[in-house]
């Protein structure tokens, strides 16, 4: 399964709800299973579910696992709610994804991707081709 063309699928679904900013980025983390409400930490502690199994991820952000989806969208949620700064140092210092590792590179993509969101310089209707463009194996 590309799991990547199917997180930009659920990504351009989520933009049609009209949700705020965060809303949009915290919803995302259910894609990761990470829900909304006070028990997201321990859904984001635990690594949350993959309910995108499968790969399609850009070589420099491949680990070579079924989990890239959930990675991303659960990293997205993480960052919506603590702020990209905690973010980076959970991923490193207790996750051990160093920034020259496929995983550590897909969390900064995350966190790049959540600052545009939160920020708007990257519309919702624009997040799936953003997605596309910079993560997925094959732009489609």
Same mark, same amino acid.
């Given at each position: 399964?590309? =799991? &990547?063309? *199917? ?5 351009? +679904? ?7 900013? %965060? ?10 299973? /990470? +829900?909304?409400?006070?028990?997201? /930490? ?15 991820? +850009?070589?420099? #952000? ?6 890239? *989806? +959930?990675?991303?969208?659960?990293? #997205? ?16 210092? #207790? ?6 590792? *496929? ?6 993509? *995350?966190?790049?991707? =959540? %600052? ?14 953003? /997605?596309?463009?910079?993560? &997925?194996?094959?732009?489609?």
């Amino acid at each position: 399964m590309d =799991a &990547c063309a *199917a997180l930009a699928d659920s990504i351009a +679904r989520l933009a049609d709800h009209g949700y705020s900013n %965060r809303r949009f980025l915290t919803e995302l983390g259910r894609i990761a299973g /990470v +829900r909304r409400g006070p028990l997201w /930490v321990f859904d984001a502690a635990s690594g949350g579910r993959n309910r995108l199994s499968g790969r399609g991820f +850009r070589r420099l #952000v491949d680990d070579q696992t079924d989990g890239q *989806a +959930r990675h991303f969208a659960g990293t #997205v949620a993480v960052t919506a709610r603590i702020g990209g700064r905690l973010t980076r140092w959970l991923t490193v210092a #207790v996750l051990r994804d160093g920034p020259d590792t *496929a995983d550590g590179r897909l969390s900064e993509e *995350a966190i790049e991707f =959540a %600052r545009a969101i939160r920020s708007g310089e990257l519309e919702q209707s624009e997040a799936s081709g953003w /997605v596309r463009r910079r993560l &997925c194996h094959a732009a489609a």
